[in-house]
C-alpha cells in the first residue's frame, strides 16, 4: 500500500512496516534531516523524484512532500481493545462508529481517540470505510498505535459488552441527557453514528444512555468527527474530574 502524508509515514518508519521512502525534490532540509534520522540504520531506502510523480502516484497533491511503500494497515480484534485497557489498569473507552463511510472522518475519529485516551475504535464491516492511505493520512499516524477492529454486527457487539459489565451511551443530538452532565464512570463505550443519519434506530435503542453536546449556534449539528472528539474528551475529562 502507498501511505502518503509526513506524520503518517514518519509513524510508519517507527513501526517498522516501510519498504521504500518516495520524496519529492526541493522538499525543506529540514524535514530530509527528520526523515533520515527515522530511517536510521534500518536499510530502508530513500529515492527523490519530480512531486508530479508523487502527484500521480497518490492521485493528489495532499501528499506533503513524501510517499512511502508499507505494509497494508491490518485490522485489531475487540479483545485487543479490551486486553489493552486491562493492560494499562485504565477502565475501557472503546469507540464504535455506526455507518461511518468517509474516510476523513474515519480517520479524524481514530486520531481523536488516540489523542484523547480511548483504547479502540470498532467499526461494523459492511457499513466503514475501509482502512486505506487516506484514513491514515488523516489520522496523522494515530493508526500506528490505535487498534481499529471490525465486527460482523455492532448491535450483537453491543449484547456482548453490556453483558461483560460495559455501559453503552449513544450520541444522538436530539436526546434530553446533556454529556457535560453524564456520569461516564465504569467501562464505557461511546457509540457515533453516520453524519446526517445518526445512529440506526436498532443500535439507538441497544444503548444504555443517549447524550446530547449541548449547542448554541443556529447551525444544529456538528461534523461527526468533531462531536466525536468533544464526546471522547468528556468521557475522559469526567474520569479525572478536570
Known amino acids: 500500500?502507498?501511505?502518503?502524508?509526513?506524520?503518517?509515514?514518519?509513524?510508519?518508519?517507527?513501526?517498522g512496516r516501510v519498504g521504500e521512502v518516495l520524496v519529492a525534490r526541493g522538499?525543506?532540509?529540514?524535514?530530509?534531516?527528520?526523515?533520515?534520522?527515522?530511517?536510521?540504520?534500518?536499510?530502508?531506502?530513500?529515492?527523490?523524484?519530480?512531486r508530479i510523480e508523487l502527484d500521480q502516484l497518490a492521485g493528489t497533491t495532499a501528499h506533503q512532500g513524501v510517499m512511502a511503500e508499507v505494509e497494508d494497515l491490518a485490522w485489531a480484534t475487540v479483545d485487543d481493545i479490551l486486553d489493552r485497557a486491562e493492560a494499562r489498569g485504565e477502565e475501557l473507552l472503546i469507540v464504535l462508529l455506526d455507518g461511518i463511510t468517509d474516510p476523513r472522518n474515519f480517520g479524524a475519529?481514530?486520531?481523536?481517540a488516540e489523542v484523547l485516551g480511548a483504547h479502540g475504535v470498532v467499526v461494523e464491516?459492511?457499513?466503514?470505510?475501509?482502512?486505506?492511505?487516506?484514513?491514515?493520512?488523516?489520522?496523522?499516524?494515530?493508526?500506528?498505535?490505535?487498534?481499529?477492529?471490525?465486527?460482523?454486527?455492532?448491535?450483537?457487539?453491543?449484547?456482548?459488552?453490556?453483558?461483560?459489565?460495559?455501559?453503552v451511551y449513544g450520541a444522538a443530538g436530539e436526546s434530553a441527557q446533556?454529556?457535560?452532565?453524564?456520569?461516564?464512570?465504569?467501562?464505557?463505550?461511546?457509540?457515533?453514528?453516520?453524519?446526517?443519519?445518526?445512529?440506526?434506530?436498532?443500535?439507538?435503542?441497544?444503548?444504555?444512555?443517549?447524550?446530547?453536546?449541548p449547542t448554541r449556534g443556529q447551525v444544529d449539528s456538528l461534523n461527526a468527527s468533531v462531536a466525536a472528539g468533544i464526546l471522547i474528551h468528556e468521557v475522559m475529562r469526567g474520569r479525572t474530574g478536570k
Not at 1 to 15: C, T
Not at 109 to 112: G, L, P, T, Y
Open 1 to 15: 500500500m502507498l501511505l502518503y502524508g509526513r506524520n503518517p509515514v514518519l509513524e510508519a518508519l517507527r513501526d
Open 27 to 50: 522538499v525543506e532540509e529540514s524535514f530530509v534531516a527528520e526523515l533520515k534520522a527515522a530511517v536510521g540504520e534500518s536499510g530502508v531506502r530513500v529515492r527523490f523524484a519530480p
Open 109 to 112: 475519529i481514530i486520531r481523536s
Open 125 to 167: 464491516e459492511r457499513r466503514s470505510a475501509p482502512l486505506s492511505p487516506v484514513v491514515a493520512k488523516t489520522a496523522a499516524g494515530a493508526t500506528s498505535y490505535l487498534p481499529v477492529a471490525q465486527t460482523k454486527n455492532l448491535p450483537r457487539l453491543i449484547d456482548a459488552l453490556k453483558e461483560d459489565r460495559v455501559w
Open 178 to 213: 446533556d454529556v457535560t452532565r453524564t456520569d461516564f464512570s465504569g467501562r464505557v463505550a461511546l457509540v457515533i453514528g453516520a453524519e446526517g443519519e445518526g445512529l440506526r434506530r436498532l443500535v439507538r435503542e441497544k444503548c444504555d444512555v443517549l447524550v446530547g453536546i
